[in-house]
């Protein structure tokens, strides 16, 4: 480096300045993804930021140890649950790295035409593999979804509807037409503005009152419950005759979320197995298989149900039951293959969220669903 004089420039001087190069050094690589938790085949974006000293290089290679993930850090999860360790990697240093852990479970697909059935006092075995007496049910379940570890809550039915209704048994008395004002499923349907309509065989539209003809109250949980009870127009536009059910197929307007109620001689509680078997069949499954949404493309759900076993069957309160699911979006002639030990709360659950409602009511909350009988996109 050279100073000149500037009145005198022939008078000058000079300096050395040594320039030393700072060393560039990856310290770390940390990891996020958005989401942490995810559906099985969805995705969730990843992000790394490297901290160096000097000047360093923010570039990364990524990797993921299940699924794959692109350059751009984007994780695509394989078709099946678990974790996956993604890991991305600086390409100045490659001792440094990050990871983050990536968790897929299995998920209730979405639907706008979820319908629940309801029949009476049936033991798995009296139903799973009796072709003779369940034939219709029988070939349903080749179609769809059978959970082979599933139990009801109780003895006698009362409790095991309102299981299904706002995770909780409240009474074991089968005659109680208490009205309860509780968390339920009406609550969170009206909350969200997700339309519903319960469907019974021997009552008038509106219709909360006690026992009539062949009409159980007991049967439908709805009538007990203070949001529709207490409410004449809540219960006008919710609680309907059976033959609505077909008058709304037809016109393709079934509501998101339908509850059938079937008399007791049509639910195998009075009747015969064979007559609820063929009821079902006629005045449901077909009627439904012409419907759009339970067609290829649909996202219809039906979930046929048991009350309770036998009362000979208390394993696990209410013993062992055999529902059926069956649907576009339902895996086709599966039996259950996870150890999960399912009841009602759990086919509350699911069936919430089908409608995409949140933190499910009572034991709900803490039960597993039953994702694992859906088809996963």
Known sequence: MTATSTQDTTKSGTSSVTVQSVASTITSVAV?????TIGVSATSQCSA??????????????????GTINTSGLFMAPAKAGTAT???????????????????????????????VMEENQSYDTVVGNASVWPNLINLMSNGALPTNYYANSHPSIGNYFMLTTGQLLTTDDNSTTEWDVDNLARRMLAAGVSFRVYAEG???GYVGGNTGLYLIRHNPFAMLSDVASNPQVANETIWPFSQFATDLANESLPEFSYIVPDVDDDAHNGTPQQADTWLQTNVVVPLSNFSAFQSGGDGVLIVDFDEAADS???????????????PNVKVGYTQTSAA?????????TMMEALQL???PGAAAGAPDMSEFFVQK
Not at 32 to 36: A, G, Q, R
């Open 86 to 116: 993604v890991t991305a990697t600086s390409t100045q240093d490659t001792t440094k790295s990050g990871t983050a852990a990536v968790t897929m479970q299995l998920q209730t697909p979405q639907s706008k035409h979820v319908v629940l």
């Open 358 to 360: 949140v933190n499910p």
């Open 313 to 327: 069957d208390s394993t696990n309160g209410g013993g062992h039951v055999a529902p059926v699911l069956w649907g």
């Open 203 to 205: 009552i008038t539209q």
């Open 341 to 349: 030990l399912y009841q009602h709360q759990s086919m509350l659950r």
């Open 32 to 36: 996020t993804c958005n989401p942490s």
């Open 49 to 66: 930021s490297v901290q160096g000293t000097g000047s360093f290089s923010s570039a990364v290679t990524w990797s993921a140890g299940s």
